[in-house]
């Protein structure tokens, strides 16, 4: 039906033209051109990249002073890296971040959340129940997490985890690691750098 | 973006050769509804990302009003009509990632600063578009017609990071095709950017 359609097209240009097809004609083409530029700027404007910031170098934070994303629903996934001073993420529920080669690396997140950092100074982090922290060479690794979290350290020299409900902590090659119980829990040394509030 | 180009078309084209082997009107000018508006309240969804800081898909409700200007349209030996359409869309989308600096480093575990606000850009967002198009219809049979709507519009958004608002412009591109259920009113489909719709068209 298309091609029918355009080969009506194409026979009615052939026909002899009075004032009124004539303006028909011209009225097709200018439509025609037009549609064409329009369905360019359309493909330009619908390609224009993801700019939501994933672990890529082609994210929005690279190369920034400081980058903190923010993500208003569950399940977001997140990378943040190479930013001169600062690098964070506010997130909800269900969230990871992967924070790397900044100078300090923030997060703020709900429960069932799942982070990392590393090769940074310092590492602060507050997440809700059931977190998973990872923290690996760095200088100071600051985290409160809510009940049944698990945090791991690894090279750092200072790690600090306040939990506020039953947690692990494991540290390996660490200088200090400090585990802050709620009230009611104690903190048990299992040996090899683990650590439990239960 | 690029994979769903095909399906534009390949819509266009469906639409367009499912009555072939009907009792097709394509060939008898002006053999469809005399009509001054059409008027078509309808859905919203769109994969794409709109205009602005903005990113990820979309869903929302609007209305789209078109004025015929030309019962036979730009081919005198087809049965086209052209048509004039104003729209008024709102939209929601909600997958989209803020980018920033920190407004508020406040004090948190071992003294370390956690940062809980955001200024920047991206992130959720409402906007309003207000589409004019050139609607060229393509009247194939009674039940069923297709249109191409290449046109402009203008939109207002507003994000939730900040409470900011801001305006703009942008390039409307649309092929549909209507299922005639009866003479006063089709069910229509939308497929282009920025959203797709699917709606009611009333015939006044």
């Known amino acids: 039906m298309l091609l029918e359609i ?28 037009a549609l064409v530029l329009l369905g360019g700027a359309w493909l330009a404007a619908a390609c224009g990249g993801d700019r939501s910031c ?7 934070c690279f190369g920034r002073e400081e980058c903190i994303l923010g993500c208003h629903h569950d399940g977001c996934d997140l990378a943040c890296s190479h930013t001169a001073s600062a690098c964070g993420a506010i ?7 992967l924070c790397h080669n900044t100078n ?25 129940d059931r977190c998973i922290y990872e923290c690996h060479d760095v200088s100071e690794c600051a985290v409160r997490v809510g009940k049944n979290s698990s945090i791991d ?22 200088s200090r690691c400090n585990v802050r119980c709620p009230p009611g829990l104690v903190r048990r040394s299992h040996g090899g750098g683990r650590w439990t509030c239960e | 973006m690029k994979a769903l180009l095909p399906l534009l078309v390949a819509a266009a084209v469906g639409l367009a050769g499912f009555p072939a082997s009907a009792q097709s009107i394509i ?11 059409e008027l078509e309240p309808h859905a919203l969804i769109t994969p794409f990302s709109p205009p602005g800081d903005t990113n990820g898909w979309g869903w929302g409700l609007g209305a789209r009003g078109s004025i015929v200007v030309e019962h036979d349209g730009f081919i005198s030996t087809i049965n086209d009509s ?44 409402s906007y309003v578009y207000v589409p004019v198009v050139l609607q060229w219809n393509f009247w194939l049979h009674q039940e069923w017609s297709v249109f191409g709507e290449p046109g402009l519009g203008m939109y207002l958004q507003h994000r939730d990071l900040d409470d900011s608002m801001s305006f703009g412009l942008v390039p409307v591109f649309h092929v549909g095709g209507r299922w005639h259920f009866s003479d006063q009113a089709a069910l229509t489909l939308r497929l282009g950017y920025p959203a797709w719709s699917v709606g009611v068209s009333l015939f006044l």
């Open chain 1, 91 to 97: 997130c909800e529920d269900d969230c990871q971040f």
């Open chain 1, 54 to 60: 994933y672990d890529s170098e082609d994210c929005d």
């Open chain 1, 153 to 174: 350290c690894r090279s750092v020299a200072l790690c600090d985890v306040t939990c506020d409900g039953a947690c692990e902590v494991t540290c390996s090659n660490v």
């Open chain 1, 6 to 33: 355009l080969s009506f097209a194409d026979s009615s240009r052939s026909k002899p033209v009075n004032g009124a097809s004539w303006r028909r004609a011209l009225l097709g083409r200018t439509a025609v051109v």
């Open chain 1, 104 to 128: 300090h690396c923030s997060t703020l997140c709900g429960d069932d959340c799942a982070h990392r950092c590393h090769e940074v100074a310092t590492c602060a982090a507050e997440c809700g």
């Open chain 2, 82 to 125: 052209v048509a004039i359409g104003f729209g008024l869309d709102w939209m929601r989308y909600e997958d989209s990632v803020a980018v920033g600096r920190c407004a508020d480093w406040a004090p948190g575990p071992g003294g370390q600063r956690i940062c809980r606000r955001i200024v920047g850009s991206g992130g959720d967002a």
């Open chain 2, 27 to 37: 060939r008898r000018p002006g053999h469809h509804p005399r009509y001054a508006l």
